[in-house]
């Protein structure tokens, strides 16, 4: 059974921090290019970040840019998404999703998505 199961969310205030876990069971990660998305309350999914297989090149909307760190952990079958200096607008819940495409491409060619983790940055 192929699985991502996404964890670490939680409730924070503004310009505080968190780690996201993407973990896969049942296929191997590291053969995968895996991107973070997230969906806010009547928005639309959008994505937040991505590291692709070929070169393990990371990409980050401008939104997220010098705050957000996406990482591998092979050994884990393990990405994790840290999260720095959040804000009220980066509340959403979080979706970790994987394809078998070397570089990183829009929503519809992910084959594989998590549950999804909320985020909620609020004072």
């Known amino acids: 059974h192929l699985q991502l199961v996404e964890s670490g969310g939680g409730l924070v205030q503004p310009g505080g921090s968190l780690r996201l876990s993407c973990v896969a069971s049942g296929f191997t990660l590291g053969y995968y290019t895996v991107g973070w998305f997230r969906q806010a309350p009547g928005a639309e999914r959008e994505g937040v970040s991505c590291?692709?297989?070929?070169?393990?090149?990371?990409t980050y909307a401008e939104s997220v840019k010098g705050r957000f760190t996406n990482s591998r952990d092979n050994a884990k079958n393990t990405v994790f998404l840290e999260m720095n200096s959040l804000k009220p607008e980066d509340t959403a819940v979080y979706y970790c999703?994987?394809?078998?495409?070397?570089?990183?491409?829009?929503?519809?060619?992910?084959?594989?998505w998590g549950q999804g983790t909320q985020v909620t940055v609020s004072s």
């Open positions: 590291i692709s297989l070929s070169r393990g090149i990371t």
């Open positions: 999703a994987a394809t078998l495409s070397i570089t990183c491409g829009p929503l519809d060619e992910y084959d594989y």
